[in-house]
C-alpha cells in the first residue's frame, strides 16, 4: 500500500502536509510533513511520499537495521537510526528526507493504515492504493491540467520539427 494522486487535480493546498505535521509532531510544520507537495514548471504539484517497495533500496542501504519491510509497510525505528541518510540516498522515489532540526530521516508510515492526509484531502486526491495498476489509472485520470500540458508539449514538439 502506498498514497498517489492525480497531479493535476491536486490544487496545491498543502493541507496534507498541515495534517500530517500535526499528527506527528503536533504542530503545523510542512517541512516536517512525512509527505510533500512539490509544484513543476507546468504548475503541476508532485506529490511526494514513501512508496513502500516490494524491494525497498532504503531498507537494504541502512547499515544499523532501522528500515524493515514488514508485510506492505517500510517501517522505521528511530531507536536504532544512527541519522547517517543513507537511506535518503537509496530512495529511487525521494520519498525519505530530512529536517535541519531532527536526527533522524522522515518517511510515511501510512498513518498505520489510516493515513490522515488522505482523509483530509479537500479535494479528494490522495488516495492509498495496493499497487502500482491502480496507481497509474490514478495519475492518468483526464483532468484539464493534464489536457494543457499534453497540448502544449505536443505544440512545442511540432514547432521544433
Not at 15 to 26: D, G, K, L
Not at 49 to 57: L, V
Request: net charge negative; aromatic share 6%.
Amino acid at each position: 500500500m502506498f498514497i498517489c494522486g492525480n497531479p493535476y487535480r491536486c490544487t496545491g493546498c498543502r493541507i496534507c502536509e498541515a495534517v500530517c505535521s500535526y499528527h506527528h509532531f503536533s504542530m503545523i510544520s510542512p517541512s516536517r510533513a512525512r509527505i510533500q507537495i512539490h509544484r513543476d514548471d507546468f504548475g503541476a504539484d508532485k506529490i511526494i511520499s514513501c512508496q513502500q517497495c516490494d524491494k525497498p533500496a532504503c531498507v537494504d542501504a541502512c547499515p544499523e537495521d532501522a528500515l524493515v519491510k514488514e508485510e506492505q509497510l517500510v517501517n522505521f525505528s528511530r531507536d536504532l537510526c544512527t541519522g547517517c541518510y543513507s537511506c535518503i540516498d537509496a530512495c529511487p522515489h525521494n520519498g525519505i528526507w530530512s529536517h535541519p532540526d531532527l536526527d533522524y530521516p522522515l518517511k510515511c508510515n501510512l498513518c498505520n493504515g489510516n493515513p490522515i492526509c488522505v482523509e483530509m484531502c479537500p479535494a479528494d486526491v490522495l488516495k492509498l492504493v495496493e499497487t502500482d495498476e491502480e496507481a497509474k489509472v490514478i495519475w492518468n485520470e483526464p483532468s484539464h491540467g493534464k489536457d494543457l500540458v499534453e497540448t502544449y508539449l505536443e505544440h512545442r514538439r511540432d514547432k521544433n520539427e
